[in-house]
């Protein structure tokens, strides 16, 4: 019995100290699911578009995540003086009139979540639709109504040579539910077309994951400078300096000359830790 007493009185002392380890353990986790995450959305819209190349994609962006741990514990403990204790009610030769009561309280609160931005912009929204068009439809697209190689390519300028890395073809399968490999990587449905990947695709889901999220965020693959303008006393803005971001034609053409072997410094810019539409404060 005092075994017992004791073993609860410390319990709440000891849960503590692993706090930090399921904080790790829990954060480690969940950062797993970000890939699986990134993957799963892929495969889905491409299942939505290989039942129907005309869609529109649904993609959003992870952009921040949260994971907390809280421990909490608490012991309580009471004496209670009662003199009418039997002697078989006892607790030791001690403490023969006074009965201990310990209460220990141990509770632990896990919070893990993804921060995710929908795509709402018009035009990357039409060069995702493209991406998966072209995937889909070996090169096709639906209408003519959109240029979808020229749209990409525009995109991916100074890289327009190898389309077929940033826009791999040939990397799934598409069949019912009951023609699914149990030894397939990653499955996507929609409206009873399933889509998988095999090992040997995973390569094609990567590139193209990758891409599409860079798609997603906008920023065309080429060199910029800044360009400052400053007007004179002629054109109505004395003192004003208009900064702009252009495309660095000239190093774009020494890229293009030098192949391969020239690295294009790319700049892009991170999507917002909140979503400003779909904040709001309620009355």
């Known amino acids: 019995m005092r075994v017992q007493t004791l073993f609860l009185a410390i ?39 290989v039942h129907n190349p005309s869609s529109m994609p649904s993609i959003a962006i992870i952009s921040a995540g949260t994971v907390t741990v809280g421990d909490q514990k608490a012991i309580n403990g009471s004496a209670t003086y009662a003199p009418t204790l039997a002697f078989f009610q006892q607790q030791g030769a ?19 979540n993804w921060s995710m931005m929908p795509v709402t912009d018009i035009d990357n929204v039409r060069r995702i639709r493209c991406a ?10 639906t209408t003519n109504c959109e240029e979808c190689l020229t749209m990409l390519k525009r995109f991916y300028l100074g890289e327009t040579d190898r389309m077929e890395c940033e826009i791999p073809t040939g990397w799934f399968m598409v069949g019912g539910k009951k023609d699914v490999p149990k030894d397939a990587c990653h499955v996507g449905h929609h409206c009873g077309t399933y889509v998988w990947v095999m090992p040997g695709g995973v390569e094609g889901l990567t590139r193209f994951t990758m891409n599409i999220l860079e798609l997603a965020g906008g920023k065309p693959h080429a060199p910029t400078q800044t360009v400052v303008s ?10 004003k300096q208009v ?41």
């Open 243 to 283: 900064t702009t971001t252009e495309i660095d034609w000239a190093r774009l053409e020494r890229a293009r000359k030098a192949g391969r072997g020239m690295e294009l410094q790319r700049q892009y810019v991170g999507p917002p830790m909140i979503n400003p539409d779909l904040f709001f404060v309620p009355h």
């Open 94 to 112: 001690g403490m023969p009139i006074v009965n201990m009561l310990f209460n220990p309280n141990a509770s632990r609160t896990v919070t893990e």
């Open 11 to 49: 319990l709440p002392i000891f849960a503590g100290c692993q706090t930090h380890r399921a904080l790790r353990t829990n954060t480690v986790c969940t950062t797993n699911t970000l890939t699986d995450l990134n993957y799963q959305q892929i495969m889905d819209n491409m299942a939505r578009f």
């Open 230 to 239: 400053t007007y004179n006393k002629d054109g109505k803005l004395e003192s």
């Open 132 to 141: 998966f068009q072209l995937v889909v439809l070996n090169g096709g697209q």
